[in-house]
């Protein structure tokens, strides 16, 4: 299981961090990522993190604003946002391995 909490409504520029908490599978072998949706667009990569928190990718439109992180004790993974833009809206799922998706959780930022 697979839940996202720190969503909400931002004016642009501003952060958020992103939290999700796992249970039900082998957290500390499993690659984690973060996506995200917008209305009438593909689900995108957004962020992704190795399971010794080693190495990290980012989406070019997000490099140098976004961090995604992880704690393999408490089986988790957060997404901190800064430096947010209006086209940063979406919903932005947590997802492990691949396989195991989260309900998501809603970013809105306002121009």
């Known amino acids: 299981q697979l839940v996202e909490s720190g969503g909400g409504f931002v004016q642009s520029g501003g952060s958020l961090r992103l939290t999700c908490a796992t249970s039900?599978?082998?957290?500390?072998?499993?690659?984690m990522s973060w996506h995200r949706q917008a209305p009438g667009k593909e689900r995108e990569l957004v962020a992704s993190i190795t399971p010794s928190a080693n190495a990290m990718t980012y989406a070019d439109s997000v490099k140098g604003r976004f961090a995604i992180s992880r704690n393999n004790t408490n089986k988790m993974v957060w997404l901190q946002m800064n430096s947010l833009k209006p086209e940063d809206s979406g919903v932005y799922y947590c997802?492990?391995?691949?396989?195991?998706w989260g309900q998501g959780t809603q970013v809105t930022v306002s121009a």
């Open positions: 997802c492990a391995g691949g396989v195991y």
């Open positions: 039900g599978f082998f957290f500390s072998g499993s690659f």
